[in-house]
Nanobody, 127 residues
């Protein structure tokens, strides 16, 4: 049984930084690329970033390039998302998602590939 557990979300001041973690079990972690999605209230879940199985390749949505850094530790079956300069209107919950292949095309990342989702972690930002 695949388990995905995100952690690290907490209230942050605008302009602050935060690192999220995601631990995965029940699958061969380095057989998968890893990704992060986010979902704001009343909106669809959207792709944020992805990293290849060995950590050598990364892809981000254009609006977040330079502000977020994705990484992974295969020995710990954990991926991370370092976030910088969080804006005051930021409200999404973040979700970790194993994917079968790494792509440099944002449209290749969908929510329908598999059911490997965790409960998410909230990152509210105060102004």
């Amino acid at each position: 049984q695949v388990q995905v557990v995100e952690s690290g979300g907490r209230l942050v001041q605008a302009g602050g930084s935060l690192r999220l973690s995601c631990e995965v079990s029940g699958l061969v972690f380095d057989d998968y690329a890893m990704s992060w999605f986010r979902q704001a209230p009343g909106k669809e879940r959207e792709f944020v970033a992805a990293i290849s199985w060995n950590g050598n390749s990364r892809h981000y949505i254009n609006s977040l390039k330079g502000r977020f850094t994705i990484s992974r530790d295969n020995a710990k079956t954990t991926e991370y998302l370092q976030m910088y300069s969080l804006p005051p209107e930021h409200t999404p919950a973040y979700y970790c998602h194993p994917v079968s292949q790494f792509h440099y095309d944002t449209d290749s990342y969908t929510t329908r590939e598999n059911d490997y989702w965790g409960p998410g972690t909230q990152v509210p930002v105060s102004s």
